[in-house]
């Protein structure tokens, strides 16, 4: 017999431990036993860790997190039926966000395939939509090779999930093992462009030297390409104000003179009115989705437009630029720095005129941070974080506190992690998990809210059974914040089934029902000495923070409006001067500037 006889669960077993993986969130079940059985094995020899979650969601979302805080590819186990079902969110989540994720589930026997057998579920057909490849193994010998291959497609071009669907019997089954080792497949006809254009490059060269009013506009592309030096030389070299996007915060140092924050719905004033006035926009790794655009025929209306994404899909789907370029966007941005050095003329940078009126606009609408007699207003919360925690990884769970979070955090490249395109609630717990493990010596900060929490509570028993010190802050307005502000903006005030408030658990006391140290704060007075207690503990922690009930996110860019008709800003200290057009306060209209009223609803401008 051969000494390399092994079973199709050794082969998958072994395959994901040469690929680097040390880590695996998942759940077993009947289905994949098999392979339970030799991850059993392998964490006996060592070099390989299960974290066994409370469901298989918290699996998913795990193993994204660990993915974007590492730029690794993060592993999740379910079994068939339900347990591959109940991955489908975490899966759809890294695919919006394009995270690499290898998903195995465990499947029924082959000749069981199509019986409707116990337990059965064609996950292969329900997430396509949702992948960016996926296989089911029919043949145990093919086992190295589809994982070698399920990891070399995650991580190039767009990354993204792949999906690994091996039947029972398939993991059961022996043959003559032979590995596959990583960065060997080939895989015809996949070749993602990585390298730009030079003739697209130049001409992007030429449309930034000519700029007046230039606008960089990053998003998570960035990140995944690890582009930020190329952004901020790019910025610094031209005088270029930079804004991002939700997932591509921290791409730019936004302490710099320069970064404008986040734009789009609940972005800074300053960089919605920005990307309304530029007259060119380098959009790098970003999508133009709708949060972002508002009224997209008004998004950016007055600028060319350079867009540069490795995805072709994306350059132009939704706004027809200028100049496109196709290529990984950290070797696009260098070519395109190469060529800048090359044609310097020593023209003086045309930029200040714009740079004032932008700082302007920061001085007349600043991110507000409320202070109230008797409550606690939300933001506070996130500016103390902040302050005692500044370089903490942080996660976030969806809704208003969110874009709080997003507001005010200021933190670097892969510290932000969020749920942005599919806006999973129940993401930041699970995926705080999956950073602290990829990362036990960094701090890692989840901050979500009482209704988000809720979705994944159950994973305070992974965080006590694995001792990982993850710390939760919860934002505890007793509603679901975003959903009540809508309702009250847009719906008559009308607040169907928004209010968590019956029926809210005691945190502190089912933090302790887990063995996990549960603290809450009730009013500004305590919350410095709460954060810093939290923080020192030696374990996790679930910090109950209750604030105001009824705080609105602002600004906020109403549906159908474009990004320049915000409501809920700052009153004008001054009116601008610099533009022949101002903005309506309460309603968003366009205004005269020398009108003292806003002729549509009154508001005194």
Same mark, same amino acid.
């Given at each position: 017999?051969?000494?390399?006889?092994?079973?199709?669960?050794?082969?998958?077993?072994?395959?994901?431990?040469?690929?680097?993986?040390?880590?695996?969130?998942?759940?077993?079940?009947? *289905?994949?036993? !098999?392979?339970?059985?030799?991850?059993?094995?392998?964490?006996?020899?060592?070099?390989?860790?299960?974290?066994?979650?409370?469901?298989?969601?918290? *699996?998913?979302?795990?193993?994204?997190?660990?993915?974007?805080?590492?730029?690794?590819?993060?592993?999740?186990?379910?079994?068939?039926?339900?347990?591959?079902?109940?991955?489908?969110?975490?899966?759809?989540?890294?695919?919006?966000?394009?995270?690499?994720?290898?998903?195995?589930?465990?499947?029924?026997?082959?000749?069981?395939?199509?019986?409707?057998?116990?337990? @059965?579920?064609?996950?292969?057909?329900?997430?396509?939509?949702?992948?960016?490849?996926?296989?089911? %193994?029919?043949?145990?010998?093919?086992?190295?090779?589809?994982?070698?291959?399920?990891?070399?497609?995650?991580?190039?071009?767009?990354?993204?999930?792949?999906?690994?669907?091996?039947?029972?019997?398939?993991?059961?089954?022996?043959?003559?093992?032979?590995?596959?080792?990583?960065?060997? $497949?080939?895989?015809?006809?996949?070749?993602?462009?990585?390298?730009?254009?030079?003739?697209?490059?130049?001409?992007?060269?030429?449309?930034?030297?000519?700029?007046?009013?230039?606008?960089?506009?990053?998003?998570?592309?960035?990140?995944?390409?690890?582009?930020?030096?190329?952004?901020?030389?790019?910025?610094?070299?031209?005088?270029?104000?930079?804004?991002?996007?939700?997932?591509?915060?921290?791409?730019?140092?936004?302490?710099?003179?320069?970064?404008?924050?986040?734009?789009?719905?609940?972005?800074?004033?300053?960089?919605?009115?920005?990307?309304? @006035?530029?007259?060119?926009?380098?959009?790098?790794?970003?999508?133009?989705?709708?949060?972002?655009?508002?009224?997209?025929? &008004?998004?950016?209306?007055?600028?060319?437009?350079?867009?540069?994404?490795?995805?072709?899909? &994306? %350059?132009?789907?939704?706004? *027809?630029?200028?100049? !496109?370029?196709?290529?990984? $966007?950290?070797?696009?941005?260098?070519?395109?720095?190469?060529?800048?050095?090359?044609?310097?003329?020593?023209?003086?940078?045309?930029?200040?005129?714009?740079?004032?009126?932008?700082?302007?606009?920061?001085?007349?609408?600043?991110?507000?941070?409320?202070?109230?007699?008797?409550?606690?207003?939300?933001? &506070?919360?996130?500016?103390?974080?902040?302050?005692?925690?500044?370089?903490?990884?942080?996660?976030?769970?969806?809704?208003?506190?969110?874009?709080?979070?997003?507001?005010?955090?200021?933190?670097?490249?892969?510290?932000?992690?969020?749920?942005?395109?599919?806006?999973?609630?129940?993401?930041?717990?699970?995926?705080?998990?999956?950073?602290?493990?990829?990362?036990?010596?960094?701090?890692?900060?989840?901050?979500?809210?009482?209704?988000?929490?809720?979705?994944?509570?159950?994973?305070?028993?992974?965080?006590?059974?694995?001792?990982?010190?993850?710390?939760? %802050?919860?934002?505890?307005?007793?509603?679901?914040?975003?959903?009540?502000?809508?309702?009250?903006?847009?719906?008559?005030?009308?607040?169907?089934?928004?209010?968590?408030?019956?029926?809210?658990?005691?945190?502190?006391?089912?933090?302790?029902?887990?063995?996990?140290?549960?603290?809450?704060?009730?009013?500004?007075?305590?919350?410095?000495?709460?954060?810093?207690?939290?923080?020192?503990?030696?374990? !996790?922690?679930?910090?109950?923070?209750?604030?105001?009930?009824?705080?609105?996110?602002?600004?906020? %860019?109403?549906?159908?409006?474009?990004?320049?008709?915000?409501?809920?800003?700052?009153?004008?200290?001054?009116?601008?001067?610099?533009?022949?057009?101002?903005?309506?306060?309460?309603?968003?209209?366009?205004?005269?500037?020398?009108?003292?009223?806003?002729?549509?609803?009154?508001?005194?401008?």
């Amino acid at each position: 017999m051969s000494n390399n006889r092994q079973t199709g669960a050794y082969a998958l077993i072994d395959s994901l431990m040469r690929h680097g993986v040390k880590h695996i969130f998942g759940y077993p079940g009947g *289905a994949i036993l !098999p392979i339970y059985d030799e991850l059993y094995r392998a964490e006996a020899r060592g070099g390989i860790q299960h974290i066994l979650v409370r469901h298989e969601q918290g *699996a998913s979302h795990a193993a994204d997190g660990y993915a974007r805080a590492t730029g690794q590819v993060g592993v999740c186990f379910a079994t068939s039926g339900p347990g591959a079902t109940n991955l489908v969110t975490g899966i759809a989540t890294a695919h919006m966000d394009s995270i690499p994720m290898v998903v195995v589930t465990g499947q029924v026997a082959l000749a069981s395939i199509g019986t409707d057998a116990f337990q @059965e579920t064609d996950i292969y057909g329900i997430t396509l939509p949702i992948v960016k490849h996926s296989y089911v %193994v029919r043949d145990q010998k093919d086992m190295a090779r589809i994982v070698a291959e399920a990891f070399h497609i995650a991580t190039t071009g767009r990354p993204g999930p792949v999906l690994i669907d091996v039947p029972k019997d398939v993991a059961l089954g022996q043959f003559d093992y032979y590995p596959v080792e990583p960065n060997s $497949v080939k895989l015809p006809g996949y070749r993602p462009t990585v390298k730009g254009n030079p003739r697209q490059i130049n001409a992007a060269v030429h449309l930034i030297r000519e700029a007046q009013r230039p606008l960089l506009y990053v998003g998570g592309g960035a990140i995944s390409a690890g582009a930020h030096p190329e952004i901020q030389q790019l910025a610094q070299s031209f005088q270029i104000p930079v804004t991002t996007t939700l997932m591509g915060k921290g791409s730019f140092d936004e302490n710099h003179p320069l970064a404008l924050g986040m734009l789009g719905m609940h972005g800074t004033a300053y960089a919605n009115f920005a990307v309304s @006035e530029c007259d060119l926009l380098i959009a790098v790794g970003a999508r133009f989705d709708d949060r972002v655009t508002g009224k997209l025929d &008004e998004f950016a209306s007055r600028a060319k437009v350079i867009h540069i994404d490795i995805d072709p899909a &994306e %350059v132009g789907k939704n706004r *027809a630029p200028e100049v !496109p370029i196709v290529g990984d $966007v950290r070797n696009v941005l260098i070519d395109l720095l190469r060529r800048c050095q090359e044609t310097d003329t020593g023209a003086p940078i045309q930029t200040q005129a714009w740079l004032e009126r932008i700082n302007r606009w920061r001085e007349d609408y600043p991110l507000i941070v409320p202070q109230y007699p008797d409550s606690l207003a939300p933001q &506070e919360v996130i500016v103390e974080l902040t302050r005692q925690a500044p370089d903490a990884y942080y996660t976030t769970d969806v809704g208003q506190h969110q874009m709080w979070s997003a507001q005010f955090l200021k933190n670097g490249p892969r510290k932000w992690i969020s749920s942005a395109g599919l806006g999973t609630m129940g993401f930041g717990m699970p995926a705080a998990m999956g950073v602290k493990v990829a990362l036990p010596n960094d701090e890692v900060i989840c901050i979500s809210g009482d209704a988000s929490f809720q979705m994944n509570l159950q994973e305070l028993g992974t965080l006590a059974q694995h001792h990982i010190n993850v710390k939760t %802050v919860i934002i505890n307005n007793g509603w679901q914040g975003m959903v009540r502000q809508w309702q009250e903006a847009f719906y008559g005030e009308r607040y169907s089934s928004s209010n968590m408030q019956v029926g809210m658990p005691d945190f502190v006391l089912l933090a302790q029902a887990f063995g996990i140290k549960g603290m809450v704060v009730r009013s500004r007075d305590e919350l410095k000495d709460a954060i810093a207690e939290m923080l020192a503990h030696n374990g !996790p922690v679930l910090l109950d923070v209750q604030v105001k009930k009824d705080e609105n996110c602002y600004p906020m %860019v109403a549906p159908g409006k474009s990004n320049a008709q915000m409501i809920g800003l700052p009153e004008l200290h001054k009116l601008e001067k610099a533009t022949e057009l101002i903005y309506c306060s309460g309603c968003g209209a366009k205004n005269i500037a020398s009108n003292k009223f806003c002729p549509d609803c009154g508001t005194k401008i």
